[in-house]
């Protein structure tokens, strides 16, 4: 099979590999039939993160089981499955929690098991599932064409834009400010909206990304950064918002996101924190803001998103603005990285 190999920056290729073969009883092998780039993804490609060996690539993915261990109970041979970005046991006391992503035995897409042994990622041909039973969700029946794309932001983007909607604490009536018009920031758009939020406030200066967070839910575009982009969100609300969903990750977005936040209101993080991002307490202190969010629990909140995406509630999965063969996948991510594109589809 081919999968795709981050072996320094600017530097992805594919590699032809056996397929995994199925060893724990409480595995499943899936054929990967679409998966993505995510910007988490670009820190290692740009060199921001230091790469020190050759890394399997991908995290985010759906596909359909082909075979499953002896001890797997609710996943079965032939159902079409969305996997989180994180593979969780659903057993352990932080899985019963909700916190699937800090699970006693879990791991990463393209890293290790418990037992220090390979897990492969997910753009590539075919991939094994460490715990099936608490990591894959199967779907009622096997979906149309159509709907792969917003299942496969169930994995990540969905989830996590919706992770800074509920640690910000959106609801009816709320004005929101999304910081972030990458795939996350988009769907952040949506989540806020889907809440009940009354006005939504995109800060993107990219068209594309505009019209997409207006179709999105987006009442507002504020296309100025920093101090200068907070101001006017101050100016178009008359005080801060009562939520700011900070969904890129840099010490400059977190700045922005306190300046445009009221005080007693919420901001919720989810952006891979880069560039040093800091909290400054006594700022928090006075002004009585609260700030909750990390990493996305996905597999938390798929119960609950799932069914929109398969009514056609909400359309997640126009983030991507744009398809390519595993084989082209060195494009794929030349092109996000230039932001040519917002988020590449990978078919293999």
């Known amino acids: 099979?081919?999968?795709?190999?981050?072996?320094?920056?600017?530097?992805i290729r594919l590699a032809d590999t056996p397929v995994p073969e199925l060893r724990d009883p409480t595995g499943?092998?899936?054929?990967?039939?679409?998966?993505?780039?995510c910007g988490s993804d670009l820190w290692g490609y740009r060199g921001v993160s230091k790469v020190d060996q050759p890394r399997r690539m991908g995290h985010e993915f759906v596909g359909v089981v082909e075979e499953v261990g002896t001890e797997v109970r609710t996943i079965r041979p032939g159902d079409f499955v969305i996997a989180p970005f994180m593979f969780s046991d659903g057993d352990c006391v932080h899985c019963r929690h909700g916190v699937h992503t800090s699970c006693e035995r879990g791991g990463g897409w393209g890293g290790a098991d418990q037992d220090g042994n390979p897990v492969g990622g997910g753009q590539a041909e075919y991939v094994v599932s460490p715990f099936a039973d608490g990591t894959l969700?199967?779907?009622?029946?096997?979906?149309?064409?159509?709907?792969?794309?917003?299942?496969?932001?169930?994995?990540?983007?969905?989830?996590?834009?919706?992770?800074?909607?509920?640690?910000?604490?959106?609801?009816?009536?709320?004005?929101?400010?999304?910081?972030?018009?990458?795939?996350?920031?988009?769907?952040?758009?949506?989540?806020?909206?889907?809440?009940?939020a009354e006005r939504v406030i995109a800060m993107s200066r990219h068209a594309d990304r505009q019209r997409l967070a207006t179709e999105f839910g987006a009442t507002d575009i504020v296309t100025t950064r920093g101090d200068e982009g907070a101001a006017e969100v101050l100016e178009l609300l008359g005080v801060g918002a009562d939520a700011v969903l900070e969904c890129v990750g840099t010490k400059e977005s977190m700045h922005q996101s306190l300046a445009a936040v009221r005080p007693g209101g919420r901001v919720g993080y989810v952006g891979v924190p880069a560039g040093g991002p800091e909290l400054p307490i006594r700022q928090l202190f006075s002004n009585n803001i609260t700030v909750a969010g990390g990493v996305a629990p996905v597999?938390?909140?798929?119960?609950?998103l799932l069914p929109d995406v398969l009514s056609g509630e909400i359309t997640p999965g126009r983030v991507f603005d744009a398809s390519y063969s595993l084989a082209d996948v060195a494009t794929a991510y030349a092109d996000m990285d230039s932001?040519?594109?917002?988020?590449?589809?990978?078919?293999?």
């Open 299 to 304: 597999r938390a909140y798929l119960d609950a």
């Open 28 to 37: 499943a092998l899936v054929r990967i039939v679409a998966s993505c780039v």
């Open 137 to 196: 969700v199967a779907t009622p029946g096997v979906p149309d064409d159509d709907l792969i794309p917003g299942l496969l932001t169930l994995s990540d983007v969905l989830g996590t834009g919706h992770h800074a909607a509920v640690s910000a604490q959106v609801g009816p009536g709320d004005t929101v400010v999304v910081v972030g018009d990458g795939a996350v920031g988009l769907c952040a758009v949506l989540a806020a909206a889907r809440l009940g």
């Open 339 to 348: 932001r040519k594109v917002i988020k590449p589809l990978l078919r293999p």
């Open 1 to 11: 099979m081919r999968e795709t190999v981050l072996h320094g920056a600017n530097d």
